[in-house]
């Protein structure tokens, strides 16, 4: 992304909402230019508008940050997070903590599978769906098939700092692959215990069940 692209994202976190005039002046270009990038950062999903009433006349288009475009600014929530968990864990006994997380993959899952019946789709098409909807998450999914199974790769985690300090948050992804999946996994390797990426494999054994 180019700089005048982050000193958008950036006015708009600080000051909220702005018009193609006040991220002009705001950025030091011409109004022409600012929206050019901004209809860039538009069609990222960064950046939406709407229509806001000023005084007498036509209505404004304001600027404002996707829920997207805010986690391009994660710090200052990662520490509140933090923050909160520790005090979960101070606050909760172990395996209450343990069960809030499981309880959150069982509503993502409920969440992204609504009606539909996961059960009955074949594999591939289970796989496929939850690589969607990890991928809305934030991770970096793939999975292929191999001689023993399927195995399912997260190549970047957003969970990964969070981990760090409080690794119970990994039973959230872990829980939401099988409960999509509809069958165990078994976790292999993990990017927090030094391996490359995180693999989880299905076993043929569950898929022929």
């Not at 006015?11 to 705001?26: G, H, K, P, V, Y």
């Not at 939850?130 to 985690?157: M, P």
């Not at 692959?177 to 076993?203: A, Q, R």
Request: proline fraction near 5%.
């Amino acid at each position: 992304m180019s700089t005048t692209r982050d000193k958008v994202l950036q006015t708009l976190l600080t000051r909220q909402r702005c018009t193609i005039n006040e991220l002009a002046d705001a950025v030091g270009i011409n109004p022409i230019s600012v929206r050019h990038h901004v209809n860039k950062l538009e069609a990222s999903g960064l950046v939406s508008a709407e229509e806001e009433r000023h005084g007498v006349g036509r209505p404004r288009l304001v600027y404002f940050l996707t829920e997207k475009g805010m986690e391009r600014f994660p710090s200052r929530y990662l520490k509140l997070t933090v923050r909160l968990l520790k005090q979960l864990k101070e606050t909760l006994p172990a395996p209450m903590v343990g069960e809030l997380f499981s309880q959150m993959a069982n509503d993502l899952a409920a969440d992204y599978a609504g009606e539909m019946d996961i059960s009955s789709l074949p594999m591939d098409e289970r796989l496929n769906l939850v690589q969607n909807v990890l991928s809305t998450e934030g991770f970096n999914v793939e999975w292929e098939q191999k001689d023993d199974g399927y195995h399912i790769r997260e190549v970047s985690c957003p969970y990964l700092h969070v981990g760090q300090s409080h690794p119970e948050i990994c039973a959230v992804d872990e829980t939401l692959i099988s409960n999509m999946l509809n069958v165990p996994i078994e976790k292999v390797t993990c990017i927090l215990h030094g391996d490359s990426f995180c693999t989880y494999i299905v076993p043929k054994l569950a898929t022929t069940e």
